[in-house]
């Protein structure tokens, strides 16, 4: 196991992944692994990788990406996927047919000192597919383009939000799916209902538009994942946050859960 810095850190990764590498050694069913090394220094920083593969079920396996910390100073959804991760181990029927693999952490830099930018300086969020140079960037989007997931989930915290929200990337399946992850969330945390959220236009908490560079599947992939960004109120008391992202998570693969077996009737 690569050893990861720790040095004066304000948060330590290795408080945060333990359970998973514990979980890891117990469970026949997740695989802990890194996705890649970097060098900051003298120190040497992994972005690492779950694997937690459902029973069976009557159709292929769905391969899904889930993401978290990419902005160093939103913990939230590092908890919540760590979280989700444990919680499933305990009723893995939750997932079958699900192939998950999961990145709690993907700015270990930023996690480490609570910031939202990597250690050198860069919005890791605005540099995917765009010829970025960062490590961090250039290991998820090799991880992109190999595992061609069917589905991505993002988990973000905001601190200019009332509530949680969403982004579907003007697609009708994002939608179908972020809608009552909303109204899951929203059991922890109220939902933003502002018209106008994190610069753009918003209806019941759902955005259409997107920044440039965000994490998402390799531009050429086709036929194109579905691809939903859940957003906490980063003000909101942690535990809340985390309730809220690991009710959301369910929501969604339950949901998709139910495209699927329609789809199969078309």
Do not use: K
């Not at 050893?3 to 997740?30: F, G, I, K």
């Not at 292929?60 to 160093?72: D, K, Q, S, T, V």
């Not at 990337?169 to 059991?187: I, K, M, S, T």
Request: charged share 20%.
């Amino acid at each position: 196991m690569v050893q990861l810095a720790t040095t004066s850190p304000v948060r330590d990764l290795h408080d945060l992944l333990d359970p998973l590498l514990e979980l890891a050694e117990q469970s026949h069913d997740v695989i802990g692994s890194m996705a890649g090394t970097f060098r900051v220094g003298s120190a040497r920083y992994g972005i690492p990788r779950f694997v937690f593969v459902g029973p069976p079920a009557a159709h292929e396996p769905i391969r899904l990406g889930l993401f978290a910390g990419i902005h160093g100073d939103e913990p939230a959804g590092c908890e919540a996927l760590v979280r989700f991760l444990c919680d499933l181990a305990e009723s893995p029927e939750d997932v079958a047919g699900y192939d998950l693999i999961v990145y709690p952490i993907c700015n270990p830099t930023g996690y480490e000192d609570n910031t939202r930018h990597n250690f050198s300086g860069r919005d890791l969020n605005r540099e995917f597919w765009r010829g970025s140079l960062q490590p961090e960037v250039r290991i998820l989007e090799r991880e992109l383009r190999a595992h061609r997931f069917d589905g991505l989930i993002t988990l973000h915290a905001d601190d200019t939000c009332d509530g949680v929200y969403g982004y579907t990337h003007g697609r009708v399946l994002n939608e179908a799916l972020l809608r009552p992850a909303l109204d899951a969330g929203a059991r922890h945390l109220p939902r933003d209902t502002r018209p106008h959220i994190d610069g753009f236009t918003a209806a019941e908490g759902m955005i259409c538009e997107c920044f440039q560079g965000v994490l998402a599947a390799p531009p050429e992939q086709a036929p194109r994942p579905f691809d939903v960004i859940f957003e906490t109120p980063a003000l909101a008391p942690l535990p809340l946050q985390v309730e809220a992202s690991v009710a959301a998570l369910h929501s969604i693969l339950a949901q998709y859960r139910q495209f699927i077996a329609y789809g199969q009737y078309l």
